[in-house]
């Protein structure tokens, strides 16, 4: 255990950072602290290895890569996607969450297939797996990126855009702010949530994490984590 946590957490304190503009994964709790599932899930794991555990907070999920990348976070919480498998060596996923579309309610646009045409404009949290998503996909509608997911319903609202994309609780709370939207019928993609370590480690870290996680699903750890957290959208991978 001694090796593998040398190379896990070389610090000697496993560091976790934690996306707070992942509205399903983490949360803000009473007292001004990050809290919600990838938290405790981060907590478990540092338990089990018998490691301190330093959580890293970011307002985004490309801060989350970066902050992985250079070496400032020994472990994350990341959609799997191509495109930060540069910095980021996944884990199997562990909790599946999906994204959607939001509208004005006197939109003509009535269904996903519909959000791919020339002059709709969607806007994205910048970096998340949506934007990445979308990115490859899109190929007549035009992106435009805000900041954090948070930011993504006000921005589309205030610029009069057609489209909001994002992982479904935040839009609905959004949709319940902001009278007069709608969700689109029907998800456009399934985001496969796993946890990433720095691509440079040694194989074997990324194992141990696996391992930590084929445990946690199997013995309803996972399960019971997403229920204690209200955590409605995400489900066991």
Known sequence: MERINALLAPTGTLRVVINMGNAILTRTAYD????????????????????????????????????????????????????????????????LIEGWYLVPEASPIVSVDQVDRPGHRIAVAKGSAYDLFLSRT??????????????????????????????????????????????LPGRFMVIRQALGVPAGRDPAVSATVNDFLAGARDSGLVARLIAENRAEGATVA
């Open 138 to 183: 899109i190929s007549q509608a035009s992106l435009q990126r805000t900041k954090t997911s948070q930011e993504v319903v006000d921005f589309c609202l205030s610029n009069g855009f057609e489209v909001a994309a994002g992982i479904r609780q935040q839009l609905e709370a959004d949709q319940a702010r902001h009278p007069g939207l709608r969700l």
């Open 32 to 95: 001004g602290q990050p809290a919600g599932i990838s938290v405790d899930l981060a907590g478990e794991f540092a338990q089990s290895r018998g490691l301190p555990l330093e959580l890293v907070t970011v307002p985004n999920a490309a801060a989350s890569v970066e902050a992985i990348g250079a070496g400032r976070a020994d472990l994350g919480f990341f959609a799997i996607d191509p495109a930060r498998a540069a910095l980021v060596r996944f884990t199997d996923p562990w909790v």
